[in-house]
């Protein structure tokens, strides 16, 4: 049991069904979970699809404060894509809700079910731009880059912020 508060980053993107509604309210969902406490999200950014031929995506960020270890954090994030219609068959398909793990305080972890911090991370132009604009100053610990210097070496011409939050 956890119990002082630690600072987490997730990511969220989805490019299935209503998207933005569904990210809106998987951030409410999350703000109301108990041991979880939303201090921060991002605006949304639609953004170009990496990987397989697929719809744009909307993606954003936000800051956590939680009373949980992460397999747990993970367990409840995977628990919420599921409640928003997650399915999942192939890696890095469309889909209603994804919901990443990228930084859990400053820990460094490498089991087969979680990683972190989220090992695509600091190359995902979707990831760094939302996360830059609500904790530009947090140093990834692998490469010891705050978040404001990884997003300057991604392209992010294929994300763009999304008109009337
Ligand atoms: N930091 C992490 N955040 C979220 N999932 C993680 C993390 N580390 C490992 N995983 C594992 O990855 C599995 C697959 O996740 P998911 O289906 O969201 O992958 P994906 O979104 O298709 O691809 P990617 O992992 O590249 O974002 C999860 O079930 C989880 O066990
Ligand atoms: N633009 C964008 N592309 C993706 C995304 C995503 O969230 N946004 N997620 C993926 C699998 O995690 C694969 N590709």
């Given at each position: 049991m956890v119990n002082q508060n630690i600072a987490c980053a997730i990511a969220l993107g989805?490019?299935?069904?209503?998207?933005?509604?569904?990210?809106?309210?998987?951030i409410e969902t999350l703000a109301q979970t108990p041991g979880i406490f939303?201090?921060?999200?991002?605006?949304?950014?639609?953004?170009?699809?990496?990987?397989?031929?697929?719809p744009d995506?909307?993606?954003?960020?936000?800051l956590l404060q939680v009373e949980m270890i992460p397999q747990l954090l993970l367990e409840t994030l995977l628990q919420i894509e599921n409640k928003f219609g997650r399915?999942?068959?192939?890696?890095?398909?469309?889909?209603?809700?994804?919901?990443?793990?990228?930084?859990?305080?400053?820990?460094?972890?490498?089991?087969?079910?979680?990683?972190?911090?989220?090992?695509?991370?600091?190359?995902?132009?979707f990831v760094l731009v939302p996360l830059a604009e609500i904790a530009p100053?947090?140093?990834?610990?692998?490469s010891g880059y705050k978040i404001k210097e990884l997003v300057q070496?991604?392209?992010?011409?294929?994300?763009?912020?999304?008109?009337y939050q």
């Open positions: 989805g490019n299935i069904g209503e998207t933005w509604a569904i990210l809106e309210a998987a939303l201090e921060k999200k991002s605006n949304w950014y639609k953004t170009k699809a990496v990987g397989p031929p697929q995506y909307i993606n954003g960020a936000a399915q999942r068959r192939e890696r890095w398909e469309a889909r209603t809700l994804d919901l990443d793990l990228l930084l859990y305080n400053d820990v460094i972890l490498d089991t087969p079910k979680l990683q972190l911090p989220h090992p695509r991370m600091r190359e995902r132009a100053d947090w140093i990834e610990p692998v070496e991604v392209d992010c011409s294929d994300v763009h912020l999304l008109e």
